[in-house]
T-cell receptor, first 119, second 110 residues
Framework: DTAVSQTPKYLVTQMGNDKSIKCEQN?????MYWYKQDSKKFLKIMFS???????INETVPNRFSPKSPDKAHLNLHINSLELGDSAVYFCASSLFGVGLAGERNYEQYFGPGTRLTVT | EDQVTQSPEALRLQEGESSSLNCSYT??????LFWYRQDPGKGPEFLFT???AGEEKEKERLKATLTKKESFLHITAPKPEDSATYLCAVQADSGYALNFGKGTSLLVTP
């Protein structure tokens, strides 16, 4: 009954390769995100999709391309991997807005992370 | 630009020794301030959302409070299992992203 899942958990690859990370959520959320956590543990937003549409695209090299086939999935494809891409990548999901009962729904739920090591 | 500063960077407490973690923020229109707990090798785990100054939320030994400039996470009588990194994040009312601080690494010793 995992809420936000990512595969793989670990990814070791060589410079220049292309790799993908998959993310799935079963929370019924309509917004999904990719964050990057660097070696100093700092979490930074990369992308966000709302109802399969790209709404956030931070200053990320265009070697990174997110794809959302449906509201429950957000994948991250990385071309021509570089040493500096080594980090932990987290997927997250959320509702976004005010519910019928007036409750505010903005908290994001994170997956377990994918540790990418580029050698 | 939104800024989130957490202090201290690291905190070591004896079991039962209460303390507070601080999160100072600047944001152009705050929608919400979020607290997360992160254990080594795991994703951030949601704890609280605070939406307006004066708001407080509690969960077990944790209590979060919010003013117009900062938030505190009070830990009462901590136990070793409370050891983790605590992350604070803000969301502007114009956006979707969470802007995180660098976290406070808490170690509670028996």
């Amino acid at each position: 009954d995992t809420a936000v899942s990512q595969t793989p958990k670990y990814l070791v690859t060589q410079m220049g390769n292309d790799k993908s990370i998959k993310c799935e959520q079963n929370l019924g959320h309509d917004t999904m995100y990719w964050y990057k956590q660097d070696s100093k543990k700092f979490l930074k937003i990369m992308f966000s999709y709302n109802n399969k549409e790209l709404i956030i695209n931070e200053t990320v090299p265009n070697r990174f391309s997110p794809k959302s086939p449906d509201k429950a999935h957000l994948n991250l494809h990385i071309n021509s991997l570089e040493l500096g891409d080594s980090a932990v990548y987290f997927c997250a999901s959320s509702l976004f807005g005010v519910g019928l009962a007036g409750e505010r729904n903005y908290e994001q739920y994170f997956g377990p992370g994918t540790r990418l090591t580029v050698t | 630009e939104d800024q989130v500063t957490q202090s201290p960077e690291a905190l070591r407490l004896q079991e039962g020794e209460s303390s507070s973690l601080n999160c100072s923020y600047t944001v152009s229109g705050l929608r919400g301030l979020f607290w997360y707990r992160q254990d080594p090798g795991k994703g951030p785990e949601f704890l609280f959302t605070l939406y307006s100054a004066g708001e407080e939320k509690e969960k077990e030994r944790l209590k979060a409070t919010l003013t117009k400039k900062e938030s505190f996470l009070h830990i009462t009588a901590p136990k070793p299992e409370d050891s983790a990194t605590y992350l604070c994040a803000v969301q502007a009312d114009s956006g979707y992203a969470l802007n995180f601080g660098k976290g406070t690494s808490l170690l509670v010793t028996p």
